[in-house]
Structures are given as structure tokens and as C-alpha cells.
């Protein structure tokens, strides 16, 4: 299993940018598609945003498209996830996760998850 790590989260300012990151351990994502999700207060865990282990295909949720970017450093074992004009809608616990697959928008094909890192927007 490999082990992640969010960090980036805090609060802010309607319109703001926040960059998350996810370190990952214990083994290398190369060949893991990674992905990111959120539980808002009182909701499920949605998709937000996933990136095939080369980083060729990603794939948004429609809510942040155009607004967050995701993207990966093989080489530092590590996946991002720049989010930008945030509104407060986004304010929830973001999670990173990893998938033995290609890449995945189904929280279920997601073995490894890290504990999240909360993200507040404030209006």
C-alpha cells in the first residue's frame, strides 16, 4: 500500500487560490492513477479531480472545471491539485487517493486514501 499525506488546506477568501499537495510514501505512484475528492459539511464524498499515473488523461468534476488543475511530480512522489476562484461551495475536507489502475473517477477503484486536509472558503 502506499501512504499519502495532504497539506495545503487553510481558509480563504472567496476568489482566492489554494494549492494542495499530497506526498505519497512507502512505495512510487508511477504506476498509480491519483485522484482527488471532497466531503463537504453534511454531504457524500464526491469526485473532484483525477490524473492518469503518466499524466496524460485527467479528468474534472464539473463544478471545478476550468478552475482547479491537477497535476504530478513522479519524481517527487507527489500529486497537486491548484485551485483557483474558489467559492465557498468548495469548503470541505479534501482527500487524496491512489488507484492500481490507469486512472479512475470512482471512488471505489481507490485502494489508498490519505487522511484529507480541510479547505474553508469563506464569502
Known amino acids: 500500500q502506499v501512504q499519502l499525506v495532504e497539506s495545503g488546506g487553510g481558509l480563504v477568501q472567496a476568489g482566492g487560490s489554494l494549492r494542495l499537495s499530497c506526498a505519497a510514501s512507502?512505495?512510487?505512484?508511477?504506476?498509480?492513477?491519483m485522484g482527488w475528492f471532497r466531503q463537504g459539511p453534511g454531504k457524500d464524498r464526491e469526485f473532484v479531480a483525477a490524473?492518469?499515473?503518466?499524466?496524460?488523461?485527467?479528468d474534472y468534476a464539473d463544478s471545478v472545471k476550468g478552475r482547479f488543475t491537477i497535476f504530478r511530480n513522479n519524481a517527487k512522489n507527489t500529486v497537486y491539485l491548484q485551485m483557483n476562484r474558489l467559492q465557498p461551495e468548495d469548503t470541505a475536507v479534501y482527500y487524496c487517493?491512489?488507484?492500481?489502475?490507469?486512472?479512475?473517477?470512482?471512488?471505489?477503484?481507490?485502494?489508498?486514501w490519505g487522511q484529507g486536509t480541510q479547505v474553508t472558503v469563506s464569502s
Open positions: 487517493a491512489a488507484t492500481r489502475g490507469s486512472w479512475s473517477n470512482e471512488a471505489r477503484d481507490f485502494g489508498s
Open positions: 490524473i492518469s499515473w503518466s499524466g496524460s488523461t485527467t
Open positions: 512507502g512505495r512510487s505512484i508511477l504506476n498509480y492513477g
